[in-house]
């Protein structure tokens, strides 16, 4: 008896988080990927206060689950602003489906000049090529921390 191919996971809905509820399920996933007493945790209040104050806060969702977000604040080096990207959480049962790729393309498309860090080089070669044409275009890094 043969088997079906496994279905493809869904395709992840990249979109920005804005109320609270979102973004305390934001915080909800980071405790769960970087455990609960991590110093680096991005507490709501700060999630709140840089939303509302030109950040971005961009979550991927499967469905209406949230399973993986991305946090960044406006920062200012050399009289310019630009946009720190804080935090990045993919949910471990998501690891694997392109979810950080996806949030990173979303945030270049947000306008911000995006520097990412990661040990795949392969998937992330392809990814910043994918994303060459966009002004700034992405750089990729890699880096393991």
């Not at 007493?37 to 949230?66: K, M, Q």
């Not at 990412?116 to 750089?139: I, Q, R």
Request: a negative charge; aromatic letters at 6%.
């Amino acid at each position: 008896m043969n088997e079906a191919p496994p279905k493809p996971p869904p395709p992840v809905d990249i979109r920005p988080l804005e109320s609270v509820a979102e973004l305390q399920t934001a915080v909800d996933l980071q405790k769960e990927v970087w455990q609960p007493h991590d110093r680096d945790l991005v507490p709501v209040t700060e999630l709140v206060a840089a939303v509302h104050n030109d950040g971005i806060a961009l979550g991927a969702f499967s469905g209406d689950r949230l399973v993986g977000f991305l946090f960044s604040m406006v920062g200012r080096r050399n009289g310019r602003y630009l946009q720190y990207s804080r935090m990045l959480a993919v949910d471990p049962a998501a690891w694997g489906r392109g979810v950080g790729a996806a949030l990173t393309e979303g945030f270049a498309r947000q306008g911000a000049r995006v520097v990412f860090l990661d040990v795949a080089n392969a998937d992330s070669e392809a990814l910043a090529d994918s994303l060459s044409s966009l002004s700034p275009a992405p750089v990729y890094r890699r880096c393991d921390l």
